[in-house]
């Protein structure tokens, strides 16, 4: 039952008032065996969270991936500098000369904005170079790890149709509480319910309003994949012809084992723009599929960039002072 619960959980999570006895059905358990399997599972550090996922560009943040490169005797100290800013949510040491990879986001009423905050965090840190590589198209952002070994290599990606939404503060108020792990309980929701002071059919029906509007992703579960059996994942970032990108894209997206795919800016020292996670319990199965991939598009100019060290990795925390706390300290 395990792996085909983390499945599920992986894919969504049910925004209902009793969700576990929900999950229960689907597996011909009881709602009592999926929290037990569900609390072990967060006690081994398999489950990192449970809770929303948002669209950081529909919530008026402003975001990049960004590379540094950074001496080799300065890193410990560059990724805590990093790591101190609240909207870095990811951020790895990478088998590359720009060595350290993160992301970095910066709210609506920033008042340094994007570039002068990563300009600002080289300064501190000392960083040689720096690239900014916002997302020029999005291809995929599933992160969902094939716990059951039973999945096709390739799916379809289902492209998003939203409708607009104006946010009130009773929106916002929601987000707060949804960005939140949920507890492990028969009605996890309660506590949020209780704070807003609204009930369950109101909670849900701005939840799904959300989701329908695309400012939420999904609700859903995130796995420390490491600890789940994928330890392995590859950054491969590929040198694609304008006028193939968007073909490409959609060809290295449609693989399984691809969470992330985006086509990104080329520079004068960076020569690729179309970047794609690949995740495996190997490095050996990721080196086959990105060869796989390469034999499929017929692209002969691309680069993996493994992970040998994990800085930070968290949930963006939306609405959040912080942000404000870190300018004012500047």
Not at 32 to 56: C, H, N, P, W, Y
Not at 111 to 116: A, T
Not at 219 to 236: D, E, P, V, Y
């Amino acid at each position: 039952m395990k792996n085909e619960l983390l499945y599920q959980m992986q894919h969504a999570f049910p925004m209902t008032q009793k969700p576990f006895a929900q999950i229960a059905k689907t597996l011909d358990s009881s709602e009592t065996q999926v929290i037990e399997a569900v609390r072990a599972l967060k006690e081994e550090g398999i489950i990192r969270q449970t809770s929303a996922i948002f669209d950081t560009k529909r919530l008026g943040y402003a975001s990049s991936l960004v590379a540094f490169k950074v001496n080799e005797a300065q890193i410990a100290q560059a990724a805590q500098i990093i790591n101190a800013h609240p909207g870095v949510s990811h951020n790895y040491l990478r088998n590359h000369d720009y060595n350290i990879w993160f992301t970095m986001a910066v709210a609506p009423d920033s008042k340094f904005g994007l570039e002068r905050t990563i300009q600002i965090l080289k300064e501190q840190t000392g960083a040689e170079d720096a690239i900014i590589l916002p997302t020029l198209k999005m291809f995929k952002i599933k992160v969902q790890m094939d716990t059951t070994g039973t999945r096709a290599k390739k799916e379809k990606v289902q492209k998003s149709r939203h409708r607009e939404i104006d946010l009130t503060p009773e929106h916002i108020a929601v987000i707060k509480e949804l960005q939140k792990d949920i507890a492990v309980t028969e009605e996890p929701y309660t506590e949020a319910i209780e704070r807003l002071g609204i009930s369950y059919e109101r909670f849900f029906e701005i939840a799904h309003a959300l989701k329908e509007a695309g400012v939420m992703r999904r609700f859903a579960t995130i796995l420390n994949h490491r600890k789940a059996g994928f330890s392995a994942n590859a950054m491969s970032v590929w040198s694609v012809p304008k006028e193939r990108g968007e073909e490409i894209g959609q060809t290295l997206a449609a693989f399984s084992a691809v969470s992330h795919c985006y086509l990104r800016p080329k520079y004068p020292n960076w020569p690729y723009n179309l970047f794609a996670m690949v995740h495996d319990k190997t490095q050996e199965g990721c080196d086959a599929l990105i060869e796989e991939m390469a034999q499929e598009t017929g692209l002969t100019e691309y680069g993996k960039l493994y992970s040998t060290q994990e800085f930070k990795k968290q949930r963006l925390v939306y609405f959040d002072d912080a942000f404000r706390r870190w300018e004012e300290n500047i």
